[in-house]
Every structure is written in C-alpha cells, then in structure tokens.
C-alpha cells in the first residue's frame, strides 16, 4: 500500500474518532440539559398545576380545577402530545408562551398561567424545561374549558389585560445583595412565583404589589393564601430558619402541625424535591422581605388553608 493510501486511511480514523467524540459530548450535554429542565420542572411549581392527582390524571396532563374570583380554570395538557399537548409547539413557541403570555396562533394566556414571573427566567432555564418536556410520556387527555363569565369568554380581554398590567421582565441581581439573596429572589419572584398567589390582587386580577407577599383572601381555589413576609404577628416573623426550611423540605411547621391544601401538593410535588442550597436561598429571601401587617391566617393556626 502506498504512503498516500496509508495517510489517508489514518485521516478518515481520525476523523471518524473526533466525529464520535463530538456526538458523544453533544448527547452528553443534551442528557445535561434535560436532567437540568427535570429539576426546574420541580422549581416551577409545574407537577401541582399540571397534573389532576385527585382525580388520578396522568402526568403533565393538565385537568386541575383553579376556583378563583374571576371564574374556574383548568390546567392545560403540557405533554408532547402533538394533538392535545404541546407536541406541535417549537421551542420558540414555547419560550414566547413563557416570556409573552401567548401561545401559538396568538392565543392570549389568561394571567391565572403565571407567565408575569415566568417571563423573568433565565433564557438557558426556559431550553432546558423545554428539553425535559420534549421527554414526557405524551398523554391524549383533552385540555379542560374554563368555566367563566361572558365577559371572560373572548381572549381579547387577555390582550387588554396584557396592554395594561404586563410587562416583559428580565430577572437582573442585586449587586448590593449576596449570591444566595439573589438566587432566592430569582427563585421566589421567577420561577417559583409565589408572589403569583401569596401576593393579592386588585379587582382586574393583577398583582397589588403593594403588599407584596403578605397573604390574600381570595387564593387559588378560592381559598385563603397566607403572609409570608416577615411580620412578627400575621407573617412567619416567629418561625426561625430552621423552621422554614424544615417546612418547605417536609411540610411541617413549628407547632409539629403539616401543610394542608394546595400548599401540602406544592411541597410534596415540588420543594421538597429541591437542593438544600435552593431552599436555604428560598429562606434567606423571604427572611429579608419587608415585614407587612395583613392578618390573613396564621401559620401557627391549624387550618387547611394554613402556609
């Protein structure tokens, strides 16, 4: 065999090791990227929203009921089903529906979608929830029809909302504050978004800031949504760190009492799946909120509705 023949066997071996190499990193990154969404997925709140388990619906299937002021919503399928989830959607789409309020073909969200957070997160977090997504079992179960008032029927009326109460966020951190401030403000004000329901709401349904954080009467399923800012009296003022983050990782308070409600899915669903060092970012924001006085519920009462 030549010396030509030779080099170009050794070139084509090269080649085809490196081609391999760089298709091993990118699977590589790809499975990142979705163990990454799979956790975000948790953050977000995301299984308590979307998935019926009182009525044994399958995963991400959507048909949870949401009793509000404003009428009853249900969850929407977000499997990749291509006729009844979001199997259809590109990932562009679905950034928009986040970032926006809108999904595909101008359909304007409802804000009881916490898309007002959501439009806060991280470019990078929204690809990779939209990786993990891409890997749920698709379910055929059909998007539920919200039950509301004439005058909600018309998603016009999202738009107007829109034009009037949204606008686009982009989460910036405070360099005056601590990186795990910081990654707690992201969370608790992005991606998890309680201020989403324990923030009250003004007669059009936007948020009264206000009063950020200090509780509502008139909560998702129309159930009270307590004070978590740190008020001494009607907040978690009283509870020590410890506490918090005893709570949110197992559901019970100081009183050796549990979480009930929608509050007991949220952290079986969802926080209690969480590091120890998000929670513990979780914690050292809420601790730093301004306190503020709105006696909605205390934590320390046993009530269904309790934080």
Known sequence: MSGGGRGARLACTLFAALAALVLNQSAFAQQDLVQRGRYLLRAAGCITCHTDSEHDGAFLAGGRRFETPFGTFYSPNITPDKLHGIGAWTGAQFVTALRHGIGPGWKYYYPVFPYPAFAAMRPEDMRALWAYLRTVPPSATPSRNHELPWYMRWRIVNWGWQLLFFHTTTFRADPTRSAL???????????????????????????????????????????????????????????????????????????????????????????????????????????????????????????????
């Open 181 to 307: 401030w910081n990654r707690g403000a992201y969370l608790v004000r992005a991606l998890a978004h309680c201020g989403e329901c324990h923030t009250p709401r003004t007669s059009f349904g936007s948020l009264d800031w206000d009063m950020a954080f200090a509780g509502t009467r008139n909560g998702p399923e129309n159930n009270a949504v307590p004070n978590i800012t740190p008020d001494p009296e009607t907040g978690i003022g009283s509870w020590s760190r410890a506490d918090l983050l005893e709570y949110l990782s197992s559901g019970m308070r100081p009183d050796a009492d549990f979480a009930g409600g929608m509050m007991a899915d949220v952290i079986d669903d969802d926080l209690s799946h969480l590091r120890h060092d998000d929670l513990e970012a979780i914690v050292t924001y809420l601790l730093a909120l301004k306190p503020i006085h709105n006696p909605i519920s205390r934590p320390s009462r046993t009530t269904e509705d309790d934080f």
